[in-house]
């Protein structure tokens, strides 16, 4: 405004401005300090003063916000701007401006110039692209960035791809989970949509984008419906005719290598990726656990898991026949070569004419064979540190099924053939025999 007087009607009379309005501290009766915005002077050149309140923070706030409407000839906003004080809404936005120095206004200006960022301007398809390498280089599990490069990416991105990030509307969520998603079971559409309001957050975190912004944020996840026909884990335990069949192939056939991973997933809990990353050391047969360190578990989560007795003994001629090497298949010769075995043993089932047994090896079967024999036997808060979960109701959504404990106790006694029991640690070997019509 310049040095030169200037005269305003306000607050009921004319004040004569100052160049800039000053904070003056005061004691109420109660003992409490009270802020007042210093503006000027009255025709009888008496101190006008207007209250800020009891926040020193708030206060100084409200003041360089009169200050800087005043400085830009805006009067009538700067005499709105005392009603600051008893704008919640507003209160609030101060609050978070506190510490940073920045008026409401300049913070409003801010927004409305930078709230589409230039980084905002990607599309869908080039910030896949970004995402799955930040995903990479934080170390996530193969498993992990699979899941997002090869399915959820990908559909998203044949739907979106050319979208910018900034112009994907929650209709366009809505639309692509039940339109172009449709026919996906409601428990497959939840998945989507928590693994896409993560891709969006990411992206928000990494500065390509306003979390505000996320389309997938506020969309609900659906429940699945009772009568749907869902995937269920009972198809995924292996009978114990099927545990049988499996386990004495690998025996029969010196396929020591897989065995020792079946082992230590069948019956110790341990992840297949997990198991890859394991040696010798960690496989304590004179103390029967497994010294999982935080190099090889899943989140670096350390666990120490007790070997069963029929595992040590696997363990032991494995590491025997291996000579002590731990040389394991890679995942993809693991698959290619757990896809040669599961289609030898149902050749031979059929050629056998055999009356057990679906041999059904689902995915994940080893590991959720593993949580419903245990639960059934040692209950859910072993079982549930075994496999390395800090809740229990994960077993019941994603791996327990329902078998008895005699069968459990099988299980967990059950040896290969060729390989004998220590005697001095173990029971008795139970044999399952095959029976033909």
């Given amino acids: 405004m310049g040095k030169t007087d200037f005269f305003i009607q306000m607050f009921g009379g004319v004040v004569r401005l100052r160049d800039a309005a000053s904070i003056i501290q005061q004691k109420n009766r109660n003992g409490k300090t009270g802020y007042y915005a210093f503006i000027g002077y009255d025709g009888a050149g008496r101190a006008v003063r207007r209250s800020l309140g009891l926040d020193k923070e708030k206060a100084y706030a409200l003041l360089a916000e009169i200050n800087q409407r005043m400085a830009q000839g805006k009067i009538k906003d700067a005499v709105n701007a005392f009603q600051v004080a008893t704008d919640y809404e507003i209160k609030a936005c101060l609050k978070k401006l506190e510490g940073h120095g920045a008026t409401l206004t300049q913070a409003v200006d801010f927004f409305l110039e930078h709230h589409r960022p230039s980084a905002g301007h990607l599309t869908v398809d ?38 910018r990030l900034v112009d994907v509307t929650q209709d366009d969520a809505e639309s692509f989970i039940y339109k172009t998603k449709a026919t996906l079971s ?22 390509y984008y306003q979390k505000e912004l996320n389309p997938f944020e506020k969309l609900k996840k659906p429940q699945a419906s009772r009568d749907e026909t869902e995937y269920t884990e009972r198809d995924r335990c292996l009978p114990l005719e099927d545990v049988a069949v499996f386990l004495d192939y690998l025996s029969k056939n010196e396929l ?6 079946h082992a230590a997933v069948m019956f110790c809990g341990v992840r297949m990726e997990e198991v890859q990353r394991l040696s010798w050391r ?29 595992a040590l003994a696997m363990f032991t001629v494995c590491k025997e026949k291996m000579e002590d090497e ?4 890679t995942k993809n010769a693991l698959k290619q070569k757990m896809q040669r075995i599961k289609a030898a043993l149902r050749e031979e089932k059929e050629k ?13 079967f080893a590991r959720v064979s593993f949580a419903s024999y245990s639960y059934a036997l040692h209950g859910a808060e072993r079982t549930a ?30 040896l290969p053939l060729g390989i004998q029991p220590i005697k ?9 025999k095959t029976v033909t019509p």
């Fill in 282 to 310: 960690e496989i304590l047969l004179d103390q029967a656990k497994i010294d999982l360190t935080r190099k090889a578990a899943k989140k670096r989560h350390r666990r120490v898991i007790e070997i069963p007795q029929n």
């Fill in 256 to 261: 020591w290598d897989i065995l020792v991973i």
């Fill in 186 to 207: 409601s428990n497959t559409k939840a998945e989507y949509i928590g693994k896409l309001r993560t891709f969006f957050n990411t992206l928000a975190e990494l500065n």
């Fill in 352 to 364: 056998a004419k055999s009356a057990f047994g679906p041999l059904d090896f689902h995915t994940n």
């Fill in 326 to 329: 731990w040389n394991l298949r």
């Fill in 424 to 432: 001095r640690q173990m029971e008795p070997q139970v044999v399952i």
């Fill in 126 to 163: 080039e910030a896949s692209k970004i995402f799955v390498e930040h995903l990479k280089r934080l170390g996530r599990a193969d498993a992990y960035v699979n899941a997002y490069e090869k399915v959820y990416l990908p559909h998203l991105c044949s739907a979106l791809g050319k979208t």
């Fill in 385 to 414: 540190n075994a496999m390395g979960h800090s809740r229990i109701d994960i077993l019941h959504t994603n791996y327990k099924e329902v078998v008895t404990k005699d069968d459990a106790q099988i299980y967990f006694q059950f």
